[in-house]
């Protein structure tokens, strides 16, 4: 947490320790062990929530670690400490995950690492783009990516499919509403 902020009480206390409990030490030492391997930086790959911050926060590790997948991702990296060229190297390591395939859904708002509120999502983030690595000829983490499975089915069969009831929507068979009564009966 950033030290101008007042510590959070009661709901949003309550929330921030939710949001702390699914963060992944080990995880997150993988992020980390993969970050020094794809960018050669002597960076601590410890995966504790104190070390993972102080790596990434000021987010040029993230730029040269987008720069290492792709030369020339991020023209311009901050190494100023302050806080708004923090941001802007964060936000422009974001815009190059998503351009290399990571869902939006995947990434995080740069308060949460700036501010330290959901370095869990910092963690989903690194590890949805460690597992496009390796379209990028890098070495990759996690599970391999399913490729597209497309199909091509002629008119034919797209017809005949049509005409099959499928025991997959279940069957209805000897269903009936008898007995179900639900609170009081009707009394005309």
């Not at 099959?164 to 269903?175: D, E, R, T």
């Amino acid at each position: 947490m950033s030290s101008n902020r007042a510590p959070k009480s009661g709901f949003a206390a309550e929330a921030q320790r939710k949001i702390n409990s699914k963060y992944s030490e080990e995880l997150a030492q993988e992020s980390l062990e993969w970050i020094k391997a794809v960018t050669g930086e002597p960076i601590n790959t410890s995966g504790d929530t104190d070390n993972f911050f102080e790596v990434l926060k000021d987010g040029v590790i993230l730029c040269k670690l987008a720069n290492s997948l792709q030369p020339g991702s991020i023209k311009k990296v901050n190494e100023s400490k302050m806080a708004f060229k923090c941001m802007e190297n964060i936000s422009a390591f974001l815009e190059c995950a998503k351009n290399f395939g990571v869902p939006t859904q995947e990434t995080f708002q740069s308060v949460d690492l700036w501010e330290r509120q959901n370095l869990n999502s910092v963690v989903i983030c690194l590890q949805s783009l460690g597992r496009k690595a390796s379209n990028f000829n890098k070495p990759s983490i996690g599970p391999k990516e399913a490729d597209k499975n497309v199909r091509n089915f002629s008119e034919e069969q797209l017809r005949a499919g049509q005409n099959v009831i499928s025991l997959q929507y279940g069957s209805n068979k000897g269903a009936t509403q008898s007995g179900i009564n639900f609170g009081n009966t009707r009394h005309m």
